[in-house]
């Protein structure tokens, strides 16, 4: 690793674009745009992507980046992403700093920085445990397409063979980047990076921070600054553009004729009118009550109200409005500070930018307009906030006719919720759905029944669902907080795509084929035996190395009989007397045995003395067992063999082990299939 030393952008200096693995900045006299400090209006930088050569920068992402990352491994990339993460953790004290520029509070940006690295963490370990150490990703089971098992079909992802484009919202500068740009890499796919302009500044520090780790291959990450319009026109069907923004943005994106003829593969995140629902249960005086309105609260101010999962829509049963307004009102009072990030004790800052405040003021208007009334708050400019700042205070509305138009319509992006009331759980299943499509709702109930009805009802109108009780709301990650090990996306005009989820988000950077031939060349593609398949006998394979262990290794033991006593002498040192194994006139009134029969763990007992090998050697333990399944009774009489085949072989990186994965069969003396099974053993490299 080759630690460079990166350097701060000056206040009022053009924000620089990484392109073609190199630093580039407009020509003098370039058009240029300002940013603004959020909370006092003075200049903190320019932003100016004049004169870029966009077309080179896609170009250089299908060579060099691709290359570059086509050389790794799944499990190669998730280690670099740990490495940037431990690095990233190191200076993020100084990306803090920057961000109290964006209006963040030192709680939002812990969410944007450490959740965006947290995402790193993640990523890396998910990718390392639940992807093979190879390039390609072997999807569900094998299908066998012939009688005589020559001829099969499996399907398979490999990365796709452009660019991703990552377009991202101003409110996360860099969880945003990072939670695009992680499942990207381990994919094996280089990214381009285009921020929001508002705060784009913060995004270009953690890339230069990125890039002076050392860690990333060439290649593998661009950073634009700037306007970036004609950046899909030179992409086509091997590459994928991620959004996250406003509806009407993305809409005119995925009119674009790439997208819509050309095959460039879109997801987008964006609007959506977010609801909790108080359940019927959940009275004042109640732990999901208080858990409600702090709920509410935090979604109001957190990040001033500027997320995409903020709670815009409180749904509470009738007769209990004024209640939560009264409850809502007391904790802002009491807990909500708003002022400059950066003055001991503010707890809510402003907004991105004047113009944000504009918009939020306008769409907190025409809520007014639309039958809203405010019963929280005011339009006005905080008390004591700067005026050249984009302060907003949180603002409650009530709508007294709860199918409104503007309440399930109007998003006003800021600290901005309004209050409606249902008459039973179909009403708030239908209030919810009304809003076209969400990322998330809130149910707050400690009823299960109620806790039934209202997610069944509205999960297929939302991408998350949070259940919020008495039992998990001190350790719930909350409701605006997408994690990722669970899918962040909804249908409608949440946008109607995903992002993270684990593994899924790497998946939706590689194409997904079915290959068909026999088992010889599915093997080969692969990676992993398929069953008929070549395989290799003579030494033991528990006699192997790692490194020289091959897929196709193979192990045929002979046949053991099973008698009655050995099943009755199971039973009684297990404490197993289960009557098909104990009761003859019992277990022969079974339709699935024909008598008393040997215990299933009897006979993988028994199987893995046949297949050992006793002395010592590589194999250091075994890991696991996996996809058991028993297809054919043995009585007393019967005798069993097994088989056991090198399936698949995973290195491990930072270990001098691997894991490897058999594939055993077990046979009865008929040549009939009694089980069949994965073992997971630990062995050595060498």
Same mark, same amino acid.
């Given at each position: 690793?080759?630690?460079?030393?990166?350097?701060?952008? =000056?206040?009022?200096?053009?924000?620089? %674009?990484? #392109?073609?693995?190199?630093?580039?900045?407009?020509?003098?006299?370039?058009?240029?745009?300002?940013?603004?400090?959020?909370?006092?209006?003075?200049?903190? /930088?320019?932003?100016?992507?004049?004169?870029?050569?966009?077309?080179?920068?896609?170009? @250089?992402?299908?060579?060099?980046?691709?290359?570059?990352?086509?050389?790794?491994?799944?499990?190669?990339?998730?280690?670099?992403?740990?490495?940037?993460?431990?690095?990233?953790?190191?200076?993020?004290?100084?990306?803090?700093?920057?961000?109290?520029?964006?209006?963040?509070?030192?709680?939002?940006?812990?969410?944007?920085?450490?959740?965006?690295?947290?995402?790193?963490?993640?990523?890396?370990?998910?990718?390392?445990?639940?992807?093979?150490?190879?390039?390609?990703?072997?999807?569900?089971?094998?299908? /066998?397409?012939?009688?005589?098992?020559?001829?099969?079909?499996?399907?398979?992802?490999?990365?796709?063979?452009?660019?991703?484009?990552?377009?991202?919202?101003?409110?996360?500068?860099?969880?945003?980047?990072?939670?695009?740009?992680?499942?990207?890499?381990?994919?094996?796919?280089?990214?381009?990076?285009?921020? /929001? &302009?508002?705060?784009?500044?913060?995004?270009?520090?953690?890339?230069?921070?990125?890039?002076?780790?050392?860690?990333?291959?060439?290649?593998?990450?661009?950073?634009?600054?700037?306007?970036?319009?004609?950046?899909?026109?030179?992409?086509?069907?091997?590459?994928?553009?991620?959004?996250?923004? *406003?509806?009407?943005?993305?809409?005119?994106?995925?009119?674009?004729?790439?997208?819509?003829?050309?095959?460039?593969?879109?997801?987008?995140?964006?609007?959506?009118?977010?609801? =909790?629902?108080?359940?019927?249960?959940?009275?004042?005086?109640?732990?999901?009550?208080?858990?409600?309105?702090?709920?509410?609260?935090?979604?109001?101010?957190?990040?001033?109200?500027?997320?995409?999962?903020?709670?815009?829509?409180?749904?509470?049963?009738?007769?209990?409005?004024?209640?939560?307004?009264?409850? #809502?009102?007391?904790?802002? !009072?009491?807990? #909500?500070?708003?002022?400059?990030?950066?003055?001991?004790?503010?707890?809510?800052?402003?907004?991105?930018?004047?113009?944000?405040?504009?918009?939020?003021?306008? *769409?907190?208007?025409?809520?007014?307009?639309?039958?809203?009334?405010?019963?929280?708050?005011?339009?006005?400019?905080?008390?004591?906030?700067?005026?050249?700042?984009?302060?907003?205070?949180?603002?409650?509305?009530?709508?007294?006719?709860?199918?409104?138009? =503007?309440?399930?319509?109007?998003?006003?992006? !800021?600290?901005?919720?309004?209050?409606?009331?249902?008459?039973?759980?179909?009403?708030?299943?239908?209030?919810?759905?009304?809003?076209?499509?969400?990322?998330?709702?809130? #149910?707050?109930?400690?009823?299960?029944?109620?806790?039934?009805?209202?997610?069944?009802?509205?999960?297929?109108?939302?991408?998350?669902?949070?259940?919020?009780?008495?039992?998990?709301?001190? %350790?719930?990650?909350?409701?605006?907080?997408?994690?990722?090990?669970?899918?962040?996306?909804?249908?409608?005009?949440?946008?109607?795509?995903?992002?993270?989820?684990?593994?899924? *988000?790497?998946?939706?950077?590689?194409?997904?084929?079915?290959?068909?031939?026999?088992?010889?060349?599915?093997?080969?593609?692969?990676?992993?035996?398929?069953?008929?398949?070549?395989?290799?006998?003579?030494?033991?394979?528990?006699?192997?190395?790692?490194?020289?262990?091959?897929?196709?290794?193979?192990?045929?033991?002979?046949?053991? &009989?099973?008698?009655?006593?050995?099943?009755?002498?199971?039973?009684?040192?297990?404490?197993?007397?289960?009557?098909?194994?104990?009761?003859?006139?019992?277990? =022969?009134?079974?339709?699935?045995?024909?008598?008393?029969?040997? @215990?299933?763990?009897?006979?993988?007992?028994?199987? /893995?003395?046949?297949?050992?090998?006793?002395?010592?050697?590589?194999?250091?333990?075994?890991?696991?067992?996996?996809?058991?399944?028993?297809?054919?009774?043995?009585?007393?009489?019967?005798?069993?063999?097994?088989?056991?085949?090198?399936?698949?072989?995973?290195?491990?990186?930072?270990?001098?082990?691997?894991?490897?994965?058999?594939?055993?069969?077990?046979?009865?003396?008929?040549?009939?299939?009694?089980?069949?099974?994965?073992?997971?053993?630990?062995?050595?490299?060498?």
């Amino acid at each position: 690793m080759t630690l460079l030393e990166p350097t701060t952008v =000056a206040p009022s200096t053009v924000v620089p %674009s990484y #392109v073609k693995d190199a630093w580039w900045s407009p020509a003098e006299g370039a058009k240029t745009q300002s940013v603004l400090d959020a909370s006092t209006g003075a200049e903190v /930088a320019k932003v100016s992507a004049d004169g870029l050569d966009l077309a080179a920068v896609v170009e @250089h992402a299908r060579t060099v980046g691709q290359a570059s990352l086509g050389k790794l491994t799944f499990h190669q990339r998730a280690l670099l992403l740990k490495q940037l993460a431990q690095y990233l953790g190191g200076v993020k004290e100084e990306l803090y700093e920057l961000s109290a520029s964006t209006g963040a509070t030192k709680r939002d940006s812990m969410v944007d920085i450490d959740g965006g690295i947290g995402v790193l963490f993640t990523l890396s370990s998910k990718g390392r445990r639940e992807m093979p150490n190879s390039q390609v990703y072997v999807d569900g089971d094998v299908e /066998a397409l012939s009688r005589d098992g020559s001829f099969s079909g499996q399907h398979i992802y490999t990365r796709i063979p452009g660019v991703a484009c990552q377009i991202n919202a101003f409110n996360f500068p860099v969880w945003g980047m990072l939670e695009k740009f992680a499942p990207a890499f381990i994919a094996g796919v280089p990214s381009i990076v285009k921020p /929001a &302009t508002p705060t784009g500044y913060l995004t270009e520090a953690i890339v230069r921070h990125m890039l002076a780790s050392g860690i990333l291959p060439a290649g593998s990450l661009q950073f634009v600054s700037g306007s970036a319009r004609d950046l899909i026109d030179h992409l086509d069907y091997r590459d994928l553009v991620g959004f996250t923004g *406003s509806a009407s943005t993305a809409r005119a994106l995925k009119s674009h004729p790439n997208i819509v003829h050309g095959g460039v593969r879109f997801t987008s995140e964006t609007d959506s009118l977010n609801a =909790a629902i108080l359940g019927p249960d959940a009275v004042a005086g109640t732990p999901e009550f208080d858990a409600y309105v702090a709920s509410v609260v935090t979604e109001m101010t957190s990040k001033a109200g500027q997320k995409c999962t903020s709670i815009r829509r409180v749904i509470v049963p009738a007769g209990m409005r004024d209640d939560i307004v009264a409850a #809502v009102t007391e904790r802002v !009072g009491k807990r #909500v500070s708003i002022g400059d990030p950066r003055t001991e004790g503010v707890t809510m800052g402003p907004l991105a930018s004047m113009d944000q405040r504009g918009e939020v003021l306008s *769409s907190a208007a025409r809520l007014v307009d639309g039958g809203g009334r405010i019963v929280m708050g005011s339009l006005d400019a905080p008390d004591g906030t700067d005026p050249a700042g984009a302060f907003v205070g949180p603002l409650l509305l009530a709508f007294d006719d709860a199918e409104s138009a =503007a309440v399930h319509e109007i998003e006003a992006f !800021g600290p901005v919720a309004s209050i409606i009331e249902y008459d039973n759980l179909d009403h708030a299943v239908a209030l919810a759905a009304l809003g076209g499509g969400s990322l998330v709702a809130t #149910v707050a109930t400690h009823d299960p029944e109620v806790a039934r009805a209202l997610v069944l009802g509205i999960a297929a109108h939302h991408g998350r669902v949070l259940m919020l009780d008495r039992d998990d709301a001190r %350790s719930s990650t909350g409701h605006g907080s997408p994690v990722p090990h669970l899918v962040h996306g909804g249908p409608g005009r949440a946008g109607g795509s995903e992002e993270l989820g684990g593994i899924r *988000s790497v998946l939706h950077h590689m194409q997904r084929t079915a290959i068909q031939g026999s088992p010889d060349m599915l093997t080969a593609i692969t990676g992993e035996w398929h069953t008929g398949a070549m395989v290799r006998t003579g030494i033991h394979p528990f006699r192997k190395s790692l490194a020289e262990l091959r897929v196709g290794d193979q192990v045929a033991s002979g046949l053991r &009989t099973v008698t009655l006593d050995d099943i009755s002498a199971f039973a009684e040192s297990t404490g197993d007397k289960f009557y098909a194994h104990t009761d003859e006139e019992a277990a =022969a009134a079974n339709p699935f045995f024909p008598g008393i029969v040997a @215990h299933g763990y009897l006979l993988l007992s028994w199987a /893995a003395g046949l297949f050992v090998d006793a002395a010592p050697g590589p194999v250091l333990a075994n890991s696991g067992l996996e996809r058991l399944r028993f297809v054919t009774p043995v009585a007393a009489g019967d005798s069993i063999r097994v088989t056991l085949t090198a399936k698949r072989i995973t290195p491990r990186e930072t270990e001098e082990y691997g894991e490897v994965r058999w594939d055993a069969v077990l046979h009865n003396q008929n040549d009939e299939v009694v089980a069949t099974y994965d073992v997971l053993t630990l062995v050595a490299k060498v």
